[in-house]
């Protein structure tokens, strides 16, 4: 399959509470992507991670990145009704196609 | 900056018809641009990588015939759905690539095509 895996494919939580999702993907990358699209619309980036880094914050966001397992992580802290939407974690290969390979998403609920 | 547009947004066409979606980089240069389909509740599959300049390389299973792709410019690509059916309706998204060795992929709003 040409996508990455991710999960949980869904989560709902309390607004206020924190958020984890977690990504693993095949080949190796040369930077791994976290994206967020509300419903029916286009996608927002959020961090890039290189695949000489290991972790990156970017104001609530909190990117993790594992080469020798090939998995991240985004956890998004404090969540907040707004961060209700589909998050995508996307890879970018090791070849100079700069193709993106998206994993099947999370869904994320926060609850008011 | 970086801004990424789609025309139309969406589109209802009759089976058997041609429908033309554009994506245009409004302040950037892309010498590569990328087209995507969704279908609702999924992730986004890439079809194609576009090349100013250069024919289009489509991804395995995608229809070259079928999809017909044209980068005219550094700001211009063009996705043309040939002889479109309802299984073609979907949500097709366009990306551009900002140059350089970690450039982002900045996406469009995207075009949701139904076909009836």
């Known amino acids: 399959s040409q996508q990455g895996e991710e999960d949980p494919q869904a989560l709902s939580i309390q607004e206020g509470e924190n958020a984890t999702m977690n990504c693993s993907y095949k080949?190796?990358?040369?930077?791994l992507q976290w994206y967020r699209q509300n419903s029916g619309r286009g996608l927002v980036h959020l961090i890039l991670?290189?695949?000489?880094?290991r972790e990156k914050h970017s104001g609530r966001l909190r990117v993790t990145l594992d080469t020798s397992k090939k998995s991240s992580s985004l956890l998004i802290t404090a969540s907040r009704a707004a961060d209700t939407a589909s998050y995508f974690c996307?890879?970018?290969?090791?070849?100079?196609?700069?193709?993106?390979?998206f994993g099947s998403g999370t869904r994320l609920l926060v609850r008011p | 900056g970086a801004v990424v547009s789609q025309h139309p947004s969406w589109v209802i066409c009759k089976s058997g018809t041609s429908v033309k979606i554009e994506c245009r980089s409004l302040?950037?240069?892309?010498?590569?641009m990328f087209w995507y389909r969704q279908f609702p509740k999924q992730s986004l599959m890439l079809m194609a990588t576009?090349?100013?300049?250069?024919?289009?390389?489509?991804e395995q299973g995608v229809e070259k015939d079928k999809f017909l792709i044209n980068h005219a410019s550094l700001t211009l690509s063009t996705l043309t759905v040939t002889s479109a059916h309802p299984e073609d309706s979907s949500f097709y998204i366009c990306?551009?690539?900002?140059?350089?060795?970690?450039?982002?992929?900045?996406f469009g709003p995207g075009t949701r095509l139904t076909v009836t």
């Open positions: 080949t190796s990358i040369n930077n």
């Open positions: 991670i290189r695949s000489n880094e």
């Open positions: 576009s090349n100013e300049g250069s024919k289009a390389t489509y």
């Open positions: 990306s551009a690539r900002v140059s350089g060795l970690a450039g982002e992929q900045y």
């Open positions: 302040d950037f240069q892309a010498t590569t």
């Open positions: 996307a890879t970018e290969r090791m070849d100079s196609s700069y193709k993106l390979i």
